[in-house]
């Protein structure tokens, strides 16, 4: 006889894992979480375990104020043992015209829901900085900060160049690792199962799943599968004939050990809003410009180069999308040697010590995972054309963040909950409209960093 299971779920990252709590939550009590790997270790513990409810269209910021007003609840049950703060994303701009362009995004935004926007001018604004730790009796909306003077008396590392600075503050950052234990720990005392095999097939008959099959030959019985293999998600699709709309890009992040406290240990995330190029000694630039190979590093680079504090003790973490590289999917994402001194002498641009290790950089510790995207940067939460599938990812570079919000979302689907108003945005349906096909093909900014 074979076993049976009311769902099972492809994949234990924190999509699977949030989805399996949610599902639990909504009374089904029978769920099977299937992973090849340990939990939480394939993506989902390789982000910079940021969130903000800042997105630049109406139903993504829905999503993520509910995502976050979720993790909230959960941090408040659990007294905060996944170390939730609150001290927001700073975006820093030096040329007039992004600070026009910071403004005029910051409006539209804030009109989206995002909360209030306080423009500051002067010494004497009600500006209130982050509280380091937690997240309650924080602002929410964001405070724009006008002028060098005003921006480095309360973040006093950031250069002399800063003439304005956006400060979101329903944002900040929490351990993901710790988040998807307590999803999972939670939902394990409500009927959530994990069990470590790899799914090679999933059994369909007369349109409607009847259960999925293990590479070691075992099958499960089950009238509904949910397909959350992350990087994989086209590939899981593929067993039920359905070709997913999404690519793999490489992401990295790089660690260094921050003992000459460049960045404020109290900082928020500190995010570079302008283009740059590289800062060199001119001999060194001369020789990079005469090999090929190497001119491109003398080149314009994009702007968004972030950092923020890590831990208790003097790390920080560094990321730059200097290149978006597409890459199918592999077990071991392929590193890039150069992206610790890359993104290290990016940041000097805003954090100016940063070239006091230009001559001798701290050992970084790095790593990386697949940002799994829509063209359009939305996820996919909903229904996977066979009765009985689904689909939960897509989740790109926001899936820590998403995760309560889209597993929530996901249970409503099964359970026949009533949907919010950004349901049919995420839904795998939205590509048979083919006015949202020609929609996409001139896809605004995804807000994505
Ligand atoms: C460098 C970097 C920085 C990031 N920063 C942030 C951030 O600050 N904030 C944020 O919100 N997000 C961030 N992200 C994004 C976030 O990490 C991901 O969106 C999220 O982890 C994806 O979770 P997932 O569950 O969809 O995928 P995964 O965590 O990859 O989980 C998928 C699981 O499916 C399993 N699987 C696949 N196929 C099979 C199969 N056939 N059988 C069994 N198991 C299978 C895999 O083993 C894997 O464990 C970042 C990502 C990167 C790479």
Redesign the pocket.
């Known amino acids: 006889m074979n076993r049976t299971a009311e769902v099972v779920i ?8 949030a989805a399996a709590h949610f599902l639990s939550k909504a009374g089904m009590q029978n769920i099977l979480l ?18 903000r409810n800042w997105w630049p269209d109406a139903e993504m910021l829905a999503l993520m104020n509910y995502s976050i007003d979720l993790m909230e609840a959960l941090a408040d049950e659990s007294g905060n043992s996944f170390h939730m703060n609150r001290r927001g994303y700073l975006y820093v701009a030096s040329s007039e015209e992004k600070v026009t362009a910071l403004k005029a995004d910051s409006l539209r935004t804030s009109s989206l829901g995002a909360g209030e926007l306080r423009v500051h001018i002067s010494e004497d604004s009600s500006y209130t900085s982050a509280q380091p730790e937690g997240f309650r009796d924080s602002p929410d909306g964001a405070d724009i900060l006008i002028g060098n003077e005003l921006i480095r008396k309360h973040f006093p590392y950031l250069t002399e160049k800063a003439v304005a600075a956006l400060h979101v503050r329903r944002a900040g ?1 929490l351990s ?1 690792q710790q988040l998807g234990m307590y999803l999972l720990e939670t939902g394990r005392m409500h009927g959530v199962r994990f069990e470590s ?4 097939s999933v059994d369909v008959a007369n349109g409607r799943v009847r259960g999925v099959k293990f590479s070691s030959g075992e099958r499960i019985d089950s009238p509904i599968f949910i397909n ?6 086209k ?2 699709g593929g067993l039920l004939d359905v070709d997913l709309p999404v690519h793999t890009e490489l ?3 790089a660690a260094i050990k921050d003992s000459l406290h460049v960045v404020g240990r109290e900082a928020p995330l500190l995010i570079w809003n302008e283009t740059q190029e590289l800062l060199w000694e001119a001999e060194e630039r001369e020789a990079l410009v005469e090999d090929e190979s190497t001119r491109w590093l003398t080149e314009p680079f994009p702007s968004g180069v972030h950092t923020r504090p890590e831990g208790a003790g003097e790390d920080i973490l560094m ?1 730059w999308e200097y290149q978006t590289k597409l890459l199918e999917p592999n077990d071991r994402p392929p590193m890039d040697d150069q992206y610790p001194e890359i993104a290290l002498r990016g940041l000097a641009a805003m954090l100016p010590r940063m070239k006091e290790y230009f001559a001798r950089m701290p050992r970084p510790q790095l ?6 995207k829509t063209r359009e940067n939305h996820p996919l939460v909903g229904p996977m054309c066979v009765d009985g599938a689904y689909v ?2 897509a ?9 309560c919000g889209t597993g929530e979302l996901l249970a409503r689907h099964i359970t026949g909950a009533p949907l919010p108003f950004y349901a049919p945005a995420f839904d795998l349906r939205r590509y048979d409209d083919p006015e949202y096909r020609r929609k996409l093909e001139n896809w605004g900014d995804s807000g994505q ?1």
């Open positions: 492809c994949g234990a990252g924190i999509t699977g894992i299937v992973d090849e790997r340990p939990p939480l270790s394939l993506t989902s513990d390789k982000s910079t375990e940021c969130y950052w993901a095999a790899r799914l090679s959350a293999a992350g990087p994989f998600l590939a899981v992401h990295l992040k990321l790593d990386g995972g697949y940002y799994t939960i990812g989740v790109s570079g926001y899936g820590i963040m998403s995760a960093l």
